[in-house]
T-cell receptor, first 116, second 115 residues
Framework: NAGVMQNPRHLVRRRGQEARLRCSPMKGHSHVYWYRQLPEEGLKFMVYLQKENIIDESGMPKERFSAEFPKEGPSILRIQQVVRGDSAAYFC??????????????FGPGTRLTVT | AQSVAQPEDQVNVAEGNPLTVKCTYSVSGNPYLFWYVQYPNRGLQFLLKYITGDNLVKGSYGFEAEFNKSQTSFHLKKPSALVSDSALYFCAVRDGTGGYNKLIFGAGTRLAVHP
């Protein structure tokens, strides 16, 4: 059973460009979380999605950031007009359907975004 | 507001000795607590969790953690450390009362096991 997959693993963007980060959850998982890790820091929650629904986006910056998890295909974290402060590792995690609070999250390898 | 603290940036231990990585938490209501490990340039791997039940929780790779409600702690332990245990360890607590695990992570503790 393949784990959580994220691509690309490394992404370099110039200031002002768009970044698209993809996450394919584990097979059978329908809950997706996105976290951001700044250098030498812990992970910070960004958004929680179920298929076709954003449940909690309280950790997302109000501007430039958006997330989706369509019925078919991976979850996408989109950052428009990137700035240097967006440089970080972005991790996706998934958990099984059902009572999500009972299940641990399984993390992908992350996408390391560098903004030049 | 929910929070979690890992008071040590780094823990050094000799191979074969017991190790402890500390974590304290602050939550309203019953805590849901987790430990994850991160190897360089990798994602986080789940080690163990406490939701309810026995205060001593056993997890992967020989790790265990003790939930102490009076001290609001959830320290990670292993009886005999291996060099391969060297990594970054994160304690996390569930935030909020929704039916999902929105996690708040500590800043992490770097464990260095010396041969």
């Amino acid at each position: 059973n393949a784990g959580v997959m994220q691509n690309p693993r490394h992404l370099v963007r110039r200031r002002g460009q768009e970044a698209r980060l993809r996450c394919s959850p584990m097979k059978g998982h329908s809950h997706v979380y996105w976290y951001r890790q700044l250098p030498e820091e812990g992970l910070k929650f960004m958004v929680y999605l179920q298929k076709e629904n954003i449940i909690d986006e309280s950790g997302m910056p109000k501007e430039r950031f958006s997330a989706e998890f369509p019925k078919e295909g991976p979850s996408i974290l989109r950052i428009q007009q990137v700035v240097r402060g967006d440089s970080a590792a972005y991790f996706c995690a998934s958990s099984p359907p059902g009572t999500a609070v009972l299940y641990e999250q399984y993390f992908g390898p992350g996408t390391r975004l560098t903004v030049t | 507001a929910q929070s979690v603290a890992q008071p040590e940036d780094q823990v050094n231990v000799a191979e074969g000795n017991p190790l402890t990585v500390k974590c304290t938490y602050s939550v309203s209501g019953n805590p849901y607590l987790f430990w994850y490990v991160q190897y360089p340039n990798r994602g986080l791997q789940f080690l163990l969790k406490y939701i309810t039940g026995d205060n001593l929780v056993k997890g992967s790779y020989g790790f265990e953690a003790e939930f102490n409600k009076s001290q609001t702690s959830f320290h990670l332990k292993k009886p005999s450390a291996l060099v391969s245990d060297s990594a970054l360890y994160f304690c996390a607590v569930r935030d909020g009362t929704g039916g999902y695990n929105k996690l708040i992570f500590g800043a992490g503790t770097r464990l260095a096991v010396h041969p």
